[in-house]
């Protein structure tokens, strides 16, 4: 009585069967990923816009106290996030490439390719709020 519990087929699926499934939905992803790959671009280049739009809202505060524009991050109060490449969570490095009496110009430079294709996000932003992406990823 007690091998006939053992001799007892219990349905199942096999292991070549789920591996046929697992093919199936590896496939699948496969051919949505490369779909998805300029929304994730969309949405990582929304940390550079915000980046820029808060050195942007510095500058202007330290131009009113100060007449000037500054060159340097640390006049205006702004410390760059720890970059990814460095193991922190910033996907952008923020630099302040000039700023006289009257102008300013911010860049936010990728550290990560996103999208795989050899070239880095880079978005710009002046004194009047002028943000642009100058080049795409």
Known sequence: MKNS?????IPAFTLTE????LVIIGILVLLALPNLMPK??????????LQLKHIHTLEKSFFYMNSKYSSLPE???FEQSKLTSEG??????IEILEATNTS?????????DFDGDGQFNVWE?????????????
């Not at 789920?18 to 499934?21: I, K, M, Q, T, Y």
């Open 5 to 9: 519990l053992f001799l007892k087929k």
């Open 18 to 21: 789920l591996l046929v499934v």
């Open 40 to 49: 994730i671009s969309e949405a990582k280049a929304q940390e550079a816009k």
């Open 75 to 77: 006049d205006i109060g």
């Open 88 to 93: 922190g969570n910033a996907n952008y490095k």
């Open 104 to 112: 300013f110009k911010a860049r936010a430079t990728a550290v990560t």
């Open 125 to 137: 932003v002046d004194q009047e709020m002028n943000l642009k992406e100058t080049t795409k990823d």
